[in-house]
């Protein structure tokens, strides 16, 4: 079965600040796909990244940086340098081969003035 | 632009009257989904369709139903809501299985009164 855990109900950080949201997932699955997601208070899912289970590598898109270990089933999202506008509740997602995706529980992100 | 469009953004409804939730795709995907989310919580995968092939999960509740006339149209029929029916009701669609990069509409927002 899969599962997707996100431990941190809620983050509270002040603007600037770095912060990172963990994700921890289990799947019986060799071939899969992470994701990111962030819900904004308008609700609607908007995409962050896709990871596969065969690349390992990190990467980073401006302020977003993602870590994905395979040893540790961990795929943990950064934030650098915090703004307000980074306030949202963001998805840990994992999918089979099949692409049915699991959400994990999501991260309540408040970034204050 | 290709889309997926969700309508209403907004349903009011009354406690066991029959409503029919929309969701319009101009992707050409083969594959929709529904996904239920309810309040602080994750997204609910309730059931999907690839191309006409319907694909319930286990525990999608028997009072949830759902339509795919076309490859453009799938519908959320629930026939009787319960108060604990009020939910984020999102529509998904993916190109095809073994592809990845779902698209998500906006959302229908079901209040049960």
């Known amino acids: 079965a899969q599962k997707v855990t996100q431990a941190q109900t809620e983050i509270s950080v002040v603007e600037k600040e770095d912060v990172t949201l963990d994700c921890v997932y289990e799947t019986r699955d060799t071939t899969y796909y992470l994701f990111w997601y962030k819900q904004p208070p308008s609700g609607e899912l908007v995409f962050l990244i896709r990871r596969n289970s065969f690349d390992e590598q990190n990467e980073i898109s401006g302020r977003y940086s993602w870590n994905f270990q395979k040893s540790t089933s961990s795929f943990n999202f950064t934030i650098t340098a915090s703004q307000v506008v980074d306030s949202a509740v963001y998805f840990c997602a994992l999918s089979d081969a099949n692409n049915d995706m699991r959400f994990g529980a999501g991260t309540r992100l408040t970034v204050k003035p | 632009d290709a889309m997926v469009i969700q309508n209403p953004r907004y349903q009011v409804t009354q406690f066991g009257k029959p409503v029919t939730l929309s969701c319009s795709q101009t992707l050409n995907h083969n594959v929709m989904y529904w996904y239920q989310q309810k309040s602080s919580q994750a997204p609910k995968l309730l059931f999907h369709?690839?191309?006409?092939?319907?694909?319930n999960e286990a525990d999608t509740p028997d009072n949830f139903q759902s339509r795919r006339p076309n490859t453009s149209f799938c519908f959320l029929d629930i026939r009787s809501p319960g108060l604990g029916d009020a939910a984020m009701y999102l529509c998904a669609t993916l190109r095809d299985r073994g592809t990845y990069g779902y698209t998500f509409g906006s959302g229908t927002r079901l209040t049960v009164v």
């Open positions: 369709y690839y191309d006409k092939d319907f694909n």
